[in-house]
């Protein structure tokens, strides 16, 4: 693989090799106020490296930066803009698969007023002042700006295979060096998947590879992704020379670069379960406020349908409303041993009754702080509110939601998910369980919520990495955890976490340690002729037990 071959470069010239080559100029060119970690440093040097000395270098150039959720994706798409700009290029076409994402990165980089905005207020490469511009196709276009098109990938195969007026056409791509970056790129691995050629003419990948990338060898194709299945043989084949850099989701965790993840399970109806996170989430916010943090807290209540939702976020606010002392006093009886026994802990030590709570929380998850969102209740004011949910400004606490946020979401102040339903999709494979795509959909999302909150209380702590993984008893752990609040059923969790350990959102529970034999054992009788047995563990189906006395036998 690629990236390895970096790593082997890496490991023979010194671990500062890649980090040490990023080029000032592009560095202040990007937001002062995101400062580049180490991780992201290695990415932009590996990117230069491939540029300037790589000696297998490939044309068209198509690289692949696997990189986990959270782990500032979007800051380093930027970054290799104003890289390929300094070596001439000066069209761009980001596309995605989601219009979510569409509109989030076109804020991200167009909107000097965004606190998301990439760049410096003023972008300059020597005196001259360059500006972003977004385009609809690349026809008399300004040659000293950077000119993006914004499109899904959907759309950007409608574009070229029914084209019309002042759209984007094949004939634009004639003599020009096109950068195109995708985002989310798992999703442009279908054609690697399915290679029946007369699929191949209809397909939107097509469109991208055959009719765009290919056309000029100094085109560029750049994808990004947290998800690769590299399992397929096929996909694993494909990106075995494209992987530049791999910094997963394990290896997130480990440089603490994430929130820890608690599953709590809680025999409640939803809607109650519901309260459980609110409770939980005012807790959060208390802590905060004691240490003179800004913090609102986030919840993110998740449903099977869009019916359902509708459903749950009218029950909720109907629950809200009517709250009573003796619903708080009913989930704190089962708070043992939890971390909401920490909280109503801390209710009790601080004097807030819960009449007081009812009130605050009536306040806080009001109508007009709680959104429902779906793909029928979606408009632009509520794209902007998701992509500002840290601003002082946004009140938001909780957003219902079916599938919208699986992807593309960016947001560090989701502390709570609340599985609002009660279903496993998994099934035997070759006598392992294996998770379906609902819980692999959950973990990705899990994944997601799992970005850190940056915060510090002096200056010698590093504001964007977990602290207290040592004082695991510090109040303050609470702003280092998403809770991830389920139904009580022990075959789901099972599978749950065991897809989160195998993404590497969570550690693996078994320790390895070695064990040693005395010289003096080794030489008994016992050591040398004893026999060892060994039990092995075989899946019991159970597929022949339709009763108890079955199972009997």
């Known amino acids: 693989m690629l990236y390895e071959t970096f790593n082997s470069i890496k490991e023979s010239f010194g671990e500062d090799y890649f980090t040490s080559r990023i080029d000032p100029e592009i560095v202040q060119n990007l937001n002062p106020n995101f400062e580049l970690r180490e991780y992201q440093k290695e990415a932009l040097g590996r990117f230069d490296f491939y540029f300037s ?12 930066f696997h990189m986990a959720t959270g782990s500032g994706k979007t800051l380093i798409m930027a970054a290799n803009v104003l890289y390929l700009y300094k070596l001439g290029y000066r069209n761009f076409i980001f596309f995605v698969n989601s219009v979510n994402i569409i509109e989030k990165t076109r804020d991200n980089f167009l909107n000097p007023l965004s606190e998301k905005y990439l760049f410096a207020p003023k972008i300059k490469f020597g005196d001259k002042e360059v500006f972003i511009k977004e385009v609809q196709n690349f026809e008399g276009v300004n040659p000293d700006d950077i000119n993006i098109i914004f499109t899904t990938i959907q759309g950007l195969h409608i ?24 985002d989310e790129a798992h999703h442009l691995q279908t054609i690697t998947k399915n290679q029946k050629e007369q699929e191949l003419e209809k397909s939107w990948e097509y469109t991208v590879i055959k009719r765009i990338f290919e056309k ?20 694993r084949k494909k990106y ?6 791999q910094y997963d989701l394990k290896q997130f965790r480990l440089d603490k670069y994430s929130k820890e993840i608690e ?9 109650d379960r519901a309260v459980q996170a609110v409770i939980l989430s005012q807790y959060r916010r208390k802590i905060a406020e004691k240490y003179k943090l800004h913090l609102k807290p986030v919840i993110l209540f998740k449903s099977k349908s869009i019916r359902e939702s509708k459903e749950n976020y009218d029950g909720f ?39 007081n709570l009812i009130k605050e929380l009536q306040e806080d998850f009001s109508e007009e702080k709680v959104m429902l969102l779906d793909s029928e209740n979606i408009d632009e004011e509520k794209q902007l509110k998701l992509n500002s949910l840290e601003s002082k400004n946004n009140e938001i606490r909780a957003i219902f939601a079916v599938n919208m946020l699986n ?17 496993r999709d998994g099934k035997w494979v070759r006598g392992k369980y294996k998770p379906g795509n609902t819980t692999i959909g959950e973990a990705q999302l899990i994944g997601r919520g799992a970005r850190y909150f940056p915060f510090q209380l002096d200056e010698t702590q590093d504001k964007y990495k977990r602290k207290f993984d040592d004082d695991i008893e510090n109040e303050l752990r609470i702003i280092e955890t998403l809770h991830y609040h389920s139904a009580h059923n022990p075959k789901y969790i099972e599978e749950i976490k065991s ?35 060994i039990n092995d563990r075989v899946p019991n189906l159970r597929t022949e037990i339709f009763s108890l006395d079955d199972a009997k036998n």
């Not at 000395?53 to 692949?64: A, D, I, M, N, S």
């Not at 599953?263 to 809607?271: G, R, S």
């Not at 009517?322 to 989930?331: A, C, F, G, Q, S």
């Open 53 to 64: 000395e790589y000696q297998k270098r490939k044309f068209p150039v198509h690289l692949l």
């Open 159 to 182: 574009r070229m295979t029914q084209p019309k007026e002042n759209v984007l056409t094949e004939e634009d791509f004639e003599g020009k060096d096109i950068a195109l970056i995708s």
């Open 216 to 235: 000029n060898s100094k085109n560029i194709l750049l994808e990004f992704t947290a998800t690769i299945d590299l399992g397929n043989k096929n996909i």
């Open 240 to 245: 075995e020379d494209r992987i530049i850099f």
């Open 263 to 271: 599953v709590l399970q809680a025999d409640l109806e939803p809607i």
């Open 317 to 355: 606010l109907a629950k809200i409303k009517n709250l009573k002392p003796n619903d708080l006093e009913e989930i704190q009886s089962r708070a043992k041993g939890t971390d909401l026994e920490k909280a109503f802990n801390y209710f009790r030590k601080e004097n807030i009754t819960f009449d």
């Open 407 to 423: 992807e593309g979401w960016d947001v560090l102040n989701l502390f709570d998910i609340v599985r609002l339903y009660d279903t």
């Open 499 to 533: 897809a989160l350990t195998e993404m590497g959102i969570i550690p693996e529970k078994h320790v390895q340690v070695d064990l040693f034999i005395k010289d003096s054992f080794k030489k008994t009788d016992f050591w040398k002729n004893g026999v060892i047995f």
